[in-house]
C-alpha cells in the first residue's frame, strides 16, 4: 500500500481487444495482497487519503488521524491496543525523521526521545532521553547525503544503545549507503560495503533491516541477521491505479546488472515483456548507451532501477526507448539520490513520470512536475512487527 504524493494522469490506449494490465481475472494482478498483513485479514487494496500537492509540489505529508485511511486509524488502535509494548522502542537520527514519523504512526507508538547535536568541531553527540534497559530498540536511519555524517551518527546511537543495556538493537536502514562498493572492479579498490557492514556489526546492532539493497551479496557481508525489505509492491501498488493495458507495457532494465530485479517486476504485472539496455561504463557516474535488445516500439516503457544517483544511465537509456518508437516512458527507483545533475536530465521531457519512494528525504529544490514519491512507512512498520513477533518477514512478498 503505498502512499501517493502526486496522481499525475496517465493516458492509456487501451482498446476493448486489450485486455487491462490489473484486471481481476489475472492472477498476477493480486501481488498487492503481500503486503496486507495475513493475520489481520484485512482489505486488500486500500490507499491513503492525502491532500493535494502544495504549489503543484509533491511532499511526504505527516500522517495524523486526520489524513489515515479508516484502514490504517484501525490498523494504528489495533496495534496500540491488544499487545505488550513496554519492551519495543523506536528512535529515529536526523537523516529522514518524517519517514520514522509515519512509521511509528503505523505501528501505533510514538517515537523515543534522544537528543542528536553536533558539537562546533562536527563531532556527533548521542543521549537517550528515556531508558532502554531489556529493551527491543529500533533504530531507524538512512545513510543518505551526507552519508559519512548519517552513517557515524547510526554508529553513535547504536553505541548510546548497548550503553544503555538495550536487549536487542536493530539498525533499520531505508537506504544503505556505500551498497554500489561491494565488490573490486580495478586492482587496488576498497569494498566499501564490507567495511560499513563490520563497523555496524561492531558498534553493537543485533540485527539489520535494510530496503532494497544494491546487490544481495551485500547481505553477505554482515555477521548478524539482515532482513532485506524489497518495495516493488509499493510502486507496482501506484502502477496498478494506472490502468495500463497489459498489450503497451514493457518493462526495461536500463543495465544488464539489472535484468534480474527488472524480470521479476515484469513478472509482477501480468508477465509483461522485458527489454534491456546494453551500454558501457566509461568511468564512474558515467554511462553510454550502446544498444537496446527487445522492442519497444509503440509500447508504455517502465524502467526499473534501485536508484537513481546522476540519472546518467537512466536518461540515455530513456532517450534511446524514443528513439526505439516508445510511446511513453517511466523511471521507477526506490531509492531517489538525485545527485547534480539530476534533476535537470529527469526534468528533460523525457519521461512521462519519475516514481519513487521516500526512503532518502526529498529536498524541495529537488522537486520538478514529474515527480511523485510514494512512502514506504507502512511496509517497514509490518516488517519491524514481524521481527519482533517472531513471523515470517518474506511472506510479506510472496
Not at 495475513?38 to 511532499?59: A, D, F, Q
Not at 495524523?64 to 490498523?75: I, M, P, V
Request: proline letters at 5%; hydrophobic letters at 40%.
Amino acid at each position: 500500500m503505498a502512499s501517493s504524493l502526486t496522481s499525475p494522469s496517465l493516458s492509456s490506449s487501451s482498446t476493448s481487444s486489450s485486455t487491462s494490465l490489473f484486471s481481476s481475472s489475472s492472477p498476477s494482478s493480486l501481488y498487492h495482497k503481500s503486503f496486507v498483513p495475513k493475520r489481520t485479514r484485512l482489505p486488500t487494496h486500500v490507499k491513503c487519503e492525502i491532500s493535494e500537492p502544495v504549489n503543484g509540489k509533491p511532499s511526504v505529508p505527516i500522517i495524523n488521524d486526520g489524513t489515515l485511511s479508516k484502514f490504517l486509524q484501525a490498523r494504528r488502535l489495533q496495534n496500540a491496543v491488544g499487545r505488550n509494548n513496554n519492551r519495543l522502542k523506536i528512535f529515529t537520527g536526523t537523516a529522514n525523521p518524517s519517514l520514522s514519523q509515519e512509521i511509528a504512526w503505523y505501528m501505533g507508538f510514538e517515537l523515543g526521545k534522544v537528543n542528536i547535536k553536533r558539537f562546533a568541531d562536527g563531532e556527533i553527540y548521542v543521549q537517550l532521553q528515556e531508558s532502554v534497559r531489556g529493551c527491543d530498540v529500533y533504530l531507524i536511519q538512512s545513510t543518505c547525503p551526507p552519508a559519512n555524517e548519517n552513517l557515524m551518527e547510526l554508529l553513535v546511537m547504536i553505541d548510546a544503545c548497548r550503553r544503555a543495556s538495550a536487549k536487542t538493537i536493530t539498525a533499520v536502514i531505508p537506504y544503505f549507503g556505500y551498497a554500489r562498493a561491494d565488490r573490486k572492479t580495478q586492482g587496488r579498490e576498497s569494498i566499501g560495503a564490507k567495511l560499513v557492514a563490520n563497523l555496524i556489526t561492531e558498534a553493537g546492532a543485533d540485527r539489520v533491516l535494510a530496503c532494497d539493497l544494491h546487490s544481495g551479496q551485500s547481505m553477505g557481508y554482515f555477521d548478524i541477521p539482515v532482513d532485506h525489505v524489497y518495495c516493488q509492491p509499493v510502486v507496482l501498488d501506484y502502477l496498478a491505479s494506472k490502468k495500463i493495458s497489459s498489450d503497451d507495457l514493457v518493462v526495461v532494465s536500463p543495465d544488464v546488472g539489472g535484468v534480474a530485479r527488472a524480470r521479476a517486476f515484469a513478472k509482477k504485472l501480468s508477465d509483461a515483456p522485458l527489454a534491456i539496455v546494453d551500454k558501457r561504463r566509461q568511468g564512474h557516474n558515467i554511462a553510454e548507451v550502446m544498444n537496446l535488445i527487445g522492442d519497444v516500439k509503440g509500447k508504455v516503457a517502465v524502467m526499473v532501477d534501485d536508484m537513481i544517483d546522476t540519472a546518467g544511465t537512466i536518461a540515455k537509456g530513456a532517450a534511446l526507448l524514443h528513439q526505439e518508437g516508445a510511446r511513453e516512458v517511466y523511471a521507477c527507483c526506490t531509492h531517489a539520490v538525485f545527485s547534480p545533475p539530476a534533476i535537470e536530465r529527469l526534468s528533460s521531457g523525457l519521461f512521462q513520470e519519475v516514481i519513487v519512494t521516500n526512503t532518502i528525504p526529498a529536498m524541495e529544490k529537488n522537486y520538478f512536475p514529474q515527480l511523485t514519491v510514494l512512502s514506504v512507512a507502512n511496509l517497514l512498520g509490518e516488517t519491524i512487527w514481524r521481527v519482533h513477533d517472531d513471523c515470517s518477514v518474506s511472506s510479506i512478498f510472496q
